[in-house]
């Protein structure tokens, strides 16, 4: 293996390590934000607990300003009756005198119930300023672990980060400025060669190029997802004896609103995946590249169920599982995402198998496709 690309291997390790410490930096600002907003609640119930303590008071003092005035009222009335001179004007201040001693009678039952409710209202808050205390101390505790967590991450931050210059002294410019574009858009640039396939796209390599990356005294690039090959020769007996344990394949269900296929040839093209989707009555159907996962040409759209709009489509397909839905599929753009292409090819290599060994009867009767390689 040439050194360059020992270094590329490590160098995407490192990579890894440096993007999962970033993420973790970056969550302390969020992780802070959590345990502040629990620490918000418990002081929102202590400040309406004190609120409604406070309420309690100035509605007493009101009381109590309502009772002074109305015993001032009926000292008032009193000292009147005494200048009156008839029976009338001494009913009418007696009276006023009388409604008064209601009043206040009212007012102090009143104050009465605010006391009675006073020492519910101490022990509220009593036990939310116990509750703020004891939860401070604990979020405190709990920011400052994440402090601590922080500051190992950057701490190790610095050290991968050093690390990764020096890898990348061990790298060709030009290698190295192809890896880092590649890594950027696929997340990652580098791809083992296994079995005569780039295990990250799952496509067939040409003999030639195969053998190329074998000899290891090049870099090789694959053609189809532009990563850079190695081969490990430590498995080459894997490569030589691979497992036939496969595992028990999940049938598509028929009546499933999306349906994938394969078809070994389409128009010419050559191998692709299809797409047939119906929704509120109309079918769309897009054709991606089994190798690059590339988008081929238009969606065509029809109306009806796709198995009444694209029936020439559907006849001697093979069924695959799959199912995204058409926001996904839009979010796609003109290209299948690396996630979904391995899927699909996963499950196609799963029904050749079961189509070549006859373990399902109605995919048995369809002949089984030859992989091709990239071109």
């Given amino acids: 293996m040439l050194p360059e690309i020992e270094n590329l291997l490590k160098l995407q390790d490192t990579d890894k390590e440096i993007r999962r410490l970033q993420d973790e930096v970056a969550e302390f600002p969020k992780r802070v934000a959590v345990i502040e907003q629990k620490l918000a609640g418990t002081k929102a119930q202590l400040e309406r607990a004190q609120a409604a303590v406070k309420a309690d008071e100035a509605t007493r003092r009101k009381f109590d300003t309502n009772i002074t005035e109305l015993r ?29 001693e209601k009043e206040i009678t ?47 991450d950057e701490k190790l931050l610095a050290e991968w980060r050093a690390k990764r210059d020096g890898l990348r002294k061990g790298v060709g410019e030009d290698l190295l400025r192809h890896f880092e574009r590649v890594s950027k858009f696929r997340g990652s640039g580098i791809a083992e ?32 997802c532009q990563r850079i090959l190695y081969f490990d020769p430590t498995k080459e007996l894997l490569d030589q004896k691979p497992s036939t344990t496969r595992p028990k394949r999940h049938h598509p269900k028929i009546d ?48 009806g169920d796709y198995r009444q709009a694209f029936p020439e489509d559907i006849t001697g397909a093979m069924r695959l599982n799959g199912l995204w839905t058409e926001d996904e599929l839009d979010n796609f753009g003109n290209e299948l995402p690396m996630v979904a292409l391995d899927s699909l090819r996963a499950d196609l290599d799963l029904a050749r198998h079961e189509a070549s060994s006859g373990s399902h009867a109605k995919q048995a009767a369809v002949p089984t496709p030859t992989e091709q390689a990239a071109s």
């Fill in 106 to 152: 009212a007012n102090e039952d009143k104050i009465l119930e605010l006391m009675l409710n006073a020492d519910a209202r101490d022990k509220e808050v009593k036990a939310a300023q116990a509750e703020l205390k004891a939860e401070a101390a604990e979020i405190e505790k709990e920011k400052e672990e994440a402090r601590q967590r922080t500051a190992e």
């Fill in 72 to 100: 001032t009222k009926i000292s008032k009335y009193r000292d009147q009756s005494l200048d009156v001179k008839t029976n009338e004007q001494y009913k009418a201040l007696l009276h006023e005198i009388q409604f008064a």
């Fill in 193 to 224: 060669v296994r079995d005569q396939k780039c295990m990250a796209c799952r496509v067939m390599l040409r003999p030639q190029t195969y053998n190329e990356v074998r000899s290891g005294n090049q870099t090789i690039v694959c053609d189809s």
């Fill in 256 to 303: 499933a609103p999306q349906a994938w296929y394969y078809r070994p040839e389409f128009n010419d093209i050559g191998e692709v995946f299809l797409c047939l989707t119906t929704s509120r009555g109309r079918s769309s159907r897009r054709v991606y590249d089994v190798h690059t996962g590339r988008l081929i040409g238009d969606i065509l759209i029809r109306e």
